[in-house]
């Protein structure tokens, strides 16, 4: 990929900032979700939480139906392929979506290698669930990072831990000497040239949504403060009782993510939010953040 | 600080609104985010920044920002959109009702395809700088008619990519996004401001990440 290809990537995930990028399994979603205000979609067949209830092999969506939504929508769209699967990735580019998720969701197609996404024009965002992963993805090209989460649970708690986990060894890394340095990106599996971008930057050098468990607009407002760019809702509006009032809530939550008073006023009245799965309470193969690393 | 009335505002709703503050502080304009009416008062013009359009409008009506705005420019602020900012200040938007609809223009939305069709290249804008400089568009709108009272700045390959009136500057593209600054002199001039700094179409220290001094932290 060319070195402006990859800017140019890098800065349509700029222009998403401040917006929620939410998953949609059809036309009549899609609509909802722009006409809320969602600044991309994610298509797809199935929302994680029908995809850890179903289990099976969760791969690529239809082209077919991910063409159908690109063709209903103006806002950016997005698609899922499987870890390692760079061959799912070659059609999703050959469709000319706008951006690709390399998604722990689907069911990893290689337990070594992540794609190596420097040989595509189309702009990649992956999860990660700490500094080192994060790294590791845009070494190999992606142009944008969002936290791994537990998707398809409802439940923020492990898109918090990845954030902290990431807001601290940032921290940590910005306030060493440099000889210091290269043993941590040692022992963080974060390529040198890129620890040294991140210590300077005091950030990702990448925009970095949050992603998995998000449910409420509380829960975008806690990733924002948090220090996210954004985020992504994947199961939490289409799984709630009232999609179009809570994608519209959660839309004004991260754009007044700082202002309890319009946060209060966005939250009342919503419905009921998607019942939700507590992660603490699931087994350690049922977890999909494990997934990449 | 200059007193208020020498600053420009950029509206903080969504989108690259950092980018913008970068280039206005590299100017030496005073400038702040604006995400509330109220955060208008005294401004001498306002960024609408790129992000996505319908996203945007929507938050604007929400909180009546998009009459406080029209109701500022009446009483004369300056206002500068760029790409899904072009496409708010559009008195014509296909497809979609306009959202401030404030300068007689029409737009077509996503007017390029998808993101791999994105890219940037250098152009010559005589009324804003002598040599060509760089802009990037991202998936952006074409500008396709211009009303009678508004100046055409820049037409490239049949639609064009920036013009003006008297109040109202827009541009299809992104020079926030690239190290040229005449945009943004050009915008604060326009705003009766006379930039700082040494008079250089590009500023060498820029790069891709120099928004992030902007960027919220936890």
Redesign the interface.
């Known amino acids: 990929m060319a070195e402006n290809r990859y800017l140019l990537n890098a800065q349509l995930a700029q222009m998403l900032k401040g917006g929620v990028i939410m998953d949609v399994v059809n036309v009549e979603q899609a609509q909802i979700a722009q006409e809320a205000g969602a600044v991309a979609v994610m298509a797809l067949e199935r929302v994680p939480a029908d995809i850890r209830k179903q289990g099976g092999v969760a791969r690529m969506s239809d082209p077919g139906l991910i063409k159908a939504i690109k063709e209903s929508v103006t806002i950016p769209v997005m698609a899922k392929a499987r870890i390692g699967h760079f061959v799912e990735a070659q059609i999703l580019q050959a469709l000319k979506i706008d951006y690709i998720d390399e998604s722990e969701v689907l069911t990893p197609a290689d337990e070594e290698c992540h794609i190596d996404k420097s040989r595509f024009d189309i702009p990649f965002v992956c999860g990660a669930r700490n500094l080192g992963e994060a790294a590791r993805r845009i070494a190999e090209g992606a142009a944008m990072i969002r936290t791994k989460g537990e998707a398809g649970t409802g439940d923020v708690v492990e898109a918090v831990r990845h954030m902290r986990t990431m807001n601290r060894e940032i921290r940590q890394l910005a306030g060493m000497p440099t000889e210091e340095a290269v043993g941590f990106a040692k022992a963080n599996g974060i390529p040198y040239e890129l620890a040294l971008e991140i210590k300077k930057l005091g950030r990702l050098p990448v925009v970095n949504f949050a992603a998995g468990g998000i449910a409420t607009p509380a829960d975008a407002a806690l990733m924002m403060q948090l220090g996210c760019d954004g985020v992504f809702v994947g199961s939490g509006i289409f799984k709630s009782s009232d999609p179009v009032r809570r994608a519209s809530a959660i839309v004004k939550a991260a754009a007044f993510y700082n202002d309890p008073e319009k946060l209060l006023e966005v939250s009342m009245d919503l419905g009921d939010p998607m019942s939700g799965l507590s992660v603490a309470s699931m087994a350690a193969e049922e977890r999909l953040a494990g997934r990449g690393w | 600080m200059r007193d208020a009335a020498g600053a420009l505002g950029v509206l ?8 913008h503050l970068d280039h206005l502080r590299r100017i030496g304009v005073s400038a702040r985010a604006v ?1 509330r009416a109220a955060e208008l008062e005294g401004l001498a013009g306002l960024i609408v920044p ?3 359009s ?2 945007l409008s ?2 604007l009506r ?2 009546e920002l998009d009459r406080a705005i029209r109701h500022a420019c009446d009483g004369g602020l300056k206002l500068w959109g760029t ?2 900012g072009a496409i708010l200040l559009a008195a014509e938007n296909l ?1 979609e009702a306009p959202a401030l609809g404030l300068i007689d223009i029409a737009v077509s ?2 007017a390029f ?4 069709d ?3 290249r250098e152009i010559l804008a005589p009324a804003v700088a002598q040599e060509p400089i760089p802009v ?1 568009f ?2 952006a709108p074409k500008i396709v008619r211009a009303g009678a009272g508004v100046r055409v700045l820049l037409e490239l390959d049949g639609y064009i990519a920036a013009a003006e009136d008297d109040r109202i500057l827009v541009t299809v593209f ?1 020079p926030e ?1 690239t190290p040229n600054l005449a945009f943004h002199r050009y915008f604060a001039r326009k705003c009766g401001l006379e930039p700082g700094g040494a008079d250089q179409s590009l500023d060498p220290g820029w790069t ?2 120099s ?2 001094r902007f ?4």
């Open positions: 903080d709703l969504q989108g690259g609104v950092q980018e995400k790129g992000g996505e319908t996203c929507r938050l929400l909180f790409c899904a497809g939305r996503n395809g998808s993101q791999m994105s890219f940037s990037t991202i998936r992104h996004l891709p990440q928004w992030m960027s919220h932290r936890a």
